[in-house]
C-alpha cells in the first residue's frame, strides 16, 4: 500500500523559536527523515504559536504528499512546566513568560483549531518515550526505562510497558528537581549548588548548562585561574566547556565528571524506586564527540549504584536523534492513544 493511501499520526514538538514535525503511519513508519522546522511564534502570545502549530502540520503533510484526511490524531510537546493535559502552569517557563501564556490550555486550543484529537507530553517526556521505543523495538510495550535529558534544564521522563509515566499533576519523571546526596560529589570548599527553581542540591542544580554558569564553573576557575575561560562572560564561558572537554582539557573534564556523577546518583535513586530495563542519557552530549560521549556515559555507568541483579539486565545508552526526539516522540504517544486496548506497533527508526 502506498505511503499515502495509509492513517497516519502527525507529532509537533514546540520550541521557542521553531516547531518541528514528523508523520508517522499507523503501521509505525516515520515518512520525515530530518528537521521540518518554521517559526513557533511563542513570542507573539498563544493565538499566533497555536496558528504556527497548526501551520507545522499542514507543511508536514505537504512535504510527505499526506491528505489531510489521513490524519488520526496529532501529537503535541512543548517545554514545561505544564499539567498532563497540556495546561501551561501559571508561573510560566522560559518559554511562556507572557502572562497570556500562564494557565492557557495549549493541547486544548490545538485541538479545537484542528479539529483532530490532540494528545500532550512535555519535551522531556517525549524525548524519553522516543528512546524508549528505539532502543527496545518490538519489546518496547514490555519494558521500562527512566531518562535524563541535560539542556538548559534537566527534563526527562519514566516510561513503563511502553508509556509514559505522567503523575496525578503531570509532574512524574521531573528528574531535574530530584535531591541527590551531595556528599563525595562536590570538591573541597565547593559551594552546595543552588537550582533556578529554588531547590538546593537537586540534580539539575549540577548537571544542566545552567549549572555550569551558575554553580560549577566558577567554582572550579577558581582552581584553574590561568583557564582561557576566565576571560570570557559567564554564558559564552558555559557554553564553549564542552568544546574543551572534548580535546580533554583538564578543568573541563572536572566539570562534566561531576555532572555525570551527579546522573549516577540520579539514576540510582531510579533504580530504587523504578528498577528500570534502561537508563537514557540526552541533550548536548549526545551531539559530541565520539571518545567524549562515551566517556561520559561511562562515568553516569561508574556512578550508578546496582544490585548485581539489576545490573545483569540493564543498560545504559543515548537519546538517538536529539533534534527529532520529541516531535517522535509525541507522534508515538499519539499513535498509542489510537489503540487503547492493543499494542501499537513499534516505529522503526530512521
Known sequence: MDSADVPVVVGIDNGGTSNNATVLTVDGRFLVDGLLEIPSEVGAGPEAAVEA?????????AHTGVPRALVRAVGLDTPGPASAD?????????NFAQAAWHGFDVRGALQRRLGLPVVYHNDGNAA???????????????RSSVSAIVGTGLGGGVVVDGRVLTGAAGMAGELGHVHIPLTGLLAPEQPVPTCACGFVGDAESVAS???????????????????????????RAAKLLRGYAERGD????????????????????????????????????????PEFRDWFLATVREHTVLRAEQAA???FALVPDRDMA?????????????????????????
Request: net charge positive.
Open 53 to 61: 502549530m497548526a501551520r507545522a502540520l499542514d507543511g508536514a503533510l
Open 313 to 315: 539486565v540493564a543498560t
Open 86 to 94: 497540556g495546561v501551561i502552569s501559571s508561573r510560566g517557563s522560559t
Open 209 to 235: 548548562l545552567t549549572a555550569i554558569r551558575r554553580n560549577l564553573l566558577p567554582y572550579w576557575l577558581t582552581r584553574y585561574p590561568d583557564h582561557p575561560l576566565a576571560a570570557e562572560p559567564a554564558d
Open 128 to 142: 524519553a518515550l522516543y528512546a524508549h521505543h528505539v532502543h527496545f523495538g518490538a519489546e518496547a510495550t514490555a
Open 250 to 289: 583538564a578543568l573541563a573534564r572536572e566539570v562534566f565528571a561531576q555532572q555525570a556523577a551527579a546522573l549516577g546518583r540520579l539514576f540510582t535513586i531510579a533504580a530504587n524506586v523504578a528498577d528500570p530495563h534502561a537508563y537514557f542519557v540526552g541533550g548536548g552530549v549526545v551531539e559530541a564527540a
Open 326 to 350: 520529541g516531535a517522535r516522540g509525541v507522534a508515538i504517544a499519539a499513535l498509542t492513544a489510537l489503540r487503547p486496548a492493543t499494542r501499537a506497533p513499534a516505529p522503526l527508526p530512521g
